[in-house]
């Protein structure tokens, strides 16, 4: 954590200053890796524990050092270690952090176009979520978007369904009205519960079990595995299923790191990045599986809308993203391509 800090401190002082911190965090060039014949250090941070992000990094971790004969050494930081998740962007964005893990949402200060996976309505079923992060046109345009900030994009990967963890049960659209819900930092996710008759309320992940559990928070929009994993249960075991949207993963690595890297680690950290995707997907789907029987035997309820609600809702969710892009047209040519990878791949 003191390194870390270290190099936010030497940021400051411009171009040297961040030279400077690369070095102190093994963000060095090939030659000076080739020349001390060290190992290079790879910090992989994420805000989670024990789900499809984490997950991602342990695989990375094992996989690159085999496919780079022991060249690069990865480090896997989950559970906020590093920081909370707006600090290990900047971190990473650096290269104090050499890749981070994490909902693209939570990008939206470096392009607001990285909010747009949140909308509803528009991805109608698992397989056709799987099928859209690995669709090539829509992936490397999406993943690009970080390049001018310092990030550069690896993977695009499905997490799971949206869901709703509640303090009380939400069997009907009308026990959603008035209710604080924790959202991403989204207006796509924000909209949601705005027109569920509720408010959204955006809090980076750490913050959200203490607030349930105070009753600062009635609920959160979430995934199951997040809330399993972290023990929601406990302070909220009512869970709602709704599929009505679905929760993407991204791994960015620092920019600047990886451009120091020598031309053939630079080829092994993208062909393992795309490697540790294909493990990672039929991983979650069984892990999904497992994570709902987790949660009942350990005292949490799923709860299915009945069919009128659920139908009720979707139309309510449908015109959403054409709602926003509508008034915000710069998002317009990304949406584009969205909408045309959710058709092709029904």
Known sequence: ?????????????????????????????????????????????????????????????????????????????????????????????????QAWVGPPEFLVGVDQRFEMLSVPGLIRSDQQAYKISGDGEFSKAFLALGANKGLLGVSL????????????????????????????ASPFQMEQIARLGGTGVPLTLGDVLPALQ?????????????????HYYDSAKYMTETSHGYIFSTTFLSKKWFEGLPPDLQAIVLKTSQQVREEVIPWSIDFLKEQAKVWVEKGGELIALPAADQAELMRRMRPIGDDIVKTRPELKPLWDQLVAAAARNL
């Open 214 to 230: 105070q009753g600062t928070l009635d609920g959160a929009l979430g995934g199951l595995t997040v809330f399993t994993a972290l």
């Open 157 to 184: 990967f499905i997490t799971g369904p949206d869901v709703f963890d509640m303090r009380t049960p939400f069997r009907t659209l009308a026990d959603i009205r008035g209710k604080k819900i924790r959202v991403l």
């Open 1 to 97: 954590m003191q390194k870390v800090e270290a190099a936010r401190r030497l940021s400051v002082f411009g171009a040297c200053g961040l030279a400077v911190a690369a070095m102190l965090f093994g963000a060095t060039s090939g030659a000076t890796v080739a020349q001390d014949n060290k190992a290079i250090v790879m910090k992989l941070a994420t805000a989670t524990l024990n789900d499809a992000q984490h997950e991602w990094i342990k695989r990375f971790v094992v996989a690159i050092e085999k496919n780079s004969n022991g060249r690069i050494k990865a480090e896997g930081y989950p559970a906020s270690q590093l920081g909370s998740i707006p600090r290990m962007i900047e971190d990473t964005q650096l290269g104090a952090i």
